[in-house]
């Protein structure tokens, strides 16, 4: 009687141990590398948006980014080299010009990273990195122009 309790929980040990194993190896496969709404951002660039805004004598690209087109100039100038990428072979890179549209974007409205990826056509998380990054530059160029005073 106890050679068949040992051989059941013997047989029902190795169950256990190829299922767990089993269990433990299968990883979550990538469906796709991008979504399509992000991957024709080629088609729907918001540097067209940002053409159309600082040609438009309404106001309309102060009040998008909070400044005039050319304090953005200026800006984009100063730090664009800074803040350009390399095209790779695998896609093309977030130019400049999109990458401080974004930033200041953020910083005038406050909106969250949901929906300037819809306005902008980039994900969240490269949006995220995008602000940090131009932030940076931003005070690292500036830092001789704009004191800041700690209370």
């Known amino acids: 009687m106890n050679s068949d309790n040992e051989d059941e929980s013997s047989i029902i040990s190795a169950i256990y141990i190829v299922l767990a194993s089993k269990l433990k190896n299968k990883t979550k496969t990538r469906r796709w590398w991008t979504t399509t709404l992000f991957k024709n951002r080629e088609l729907y660039r918001s540097n067209k948006l940002m053409n159309d805004l600082s040609y438009e004598c309404s106001g309309k690209f102060e009040n998008f980014c909070r400044m005039t087109s ?61 602000i940090i990054e131009v932030c940076e530059a931003l005070k690292t160029k500036l830092s001789d122009q704009v004191k800041v005073i700690y209370l």
């Open 70 to 130: 050319a304090d953005f100039e200026y800006l984009l100038n100063l730090i664009g080299p800074s803040i350009s990428k390399q095209d790779t072979h695998l896609r093309k890179s977030i130019p400049a010009r999109e990458r401080l549209a974004v930033t200041l974007r953020f910083l005038a409205s406050g909106d969250s990273y949901q929906s300037l990826s819809f306005l902008f056509k980039m994900s969240p998380q490269v949006i995220s990195l995008i």
